[in-house]
């Protein structure tokens, strides 16, 4: 009974390509978050969603777009795959938009080549 | 603009002692902290969350402390084990938006039996 799930959890692709990764929390919670963590181990928010509304969209390119079709899932769509977006991205959830803890997903690890 | 510091990089203690790990932030005065552990190819999972008007919180073997006037928080393991080896992070709501969090950059706790 997997809290916050994501796949893939390892994406090997070309440049130029487009690729999504999906995340699924079964917690109820009512806000979920894409987060980046590059090589150096930062961790840095990319979007947020509220009740499938979004409420945090950091400075981050538009080739990614973000999609919730439900309140248990957030998907990232990316477009045309830079070597830079070569990172772990984490999908995270809580219960209220701030204040809360936040329940991480496993990681996908992706590699642009 | 606001700066989170974690105390070096990497730290080493033997087995048995207590390990204190340092969150120092400038800028800001943020209602809350958080602590998480991040283990090797797995997502941060939470651990502590402290308030501004809390002095000390205990968990087990854990303690954090946060000090509004230093703007520090410690955070504690005694009778540190091989198994409390991981990457901890602390979190604090962001200056421009108390909706989301932002990381430091994380110590690499060693504990060595």
Redesign the interface.
């Known amino acids: 009974d997997t809290a ?1 799930s994501q796949t893939p959890k390892y994406l090997v692709t070309q440049m130029g390509n487009d690729k999504s990764i999906k995340c699924e929390q079964n917690l109820g919670h009512d806000t979920m ?1 894409w987060y980046k963590q590059d090589s ?6 990319m979007f ?1 969603y509220n009740n499938k509304e979004l ?2 969209n ?1 400075t981050v390119p538009n080739r990614f777009s973000p999609k919730s079709p439900d309140k248990a899932h957030l998907n990232l769509h990316i477009n045309s795959l830079e070597l830079g977006d070569s990172a772990v991205y ?1 999908c ?1 959830s809580s219960q209220k ?3 809360d ?7 996908t690890r992706l590699t642009v080549l | 603009s606001q700066k989170i510091e974690q105390n070096s990089e990497a730290l080493n203690i033997q087995e048995g002692k207590t390990a204190t790990l340092t969150c120092n932030y400038t800028n800001y005065s943020p ?2 902290l ?1 602590w998480y552990r991040q283990d090797p ?6 651990l502590l ?1 402290i308030r501004e008007n809390e002095k000390e919180k205990r968990k087990e073997r854990l303690k954090v402390t946060f000090d509004t006037t230093l703007k520090q928080s410690l955070f504690h393991i005694t009778a540190s084990q091989p198994a409390d080896s991981a ?1 901890y ?1 602390c979190a604090l ?2 200056s421009g ?7 430091g ?2 110590t690499q706790l060693t504990v060595l039996p």
Do not use: D, M
């Open positions: 916050v978050y150096k181990k930062f961790l840095k928010i947020s409420i945090i950091e984490f995270a938009v701030a204040g803890e936040q329940f991480f997903g496993p990681g | 209602a809350y958080q190819g797995r997502g941060p999972v939470f969350l990457t992070l709501p962001n938006s108390a909706r989301q969090l932002t990381f950059s994380g």
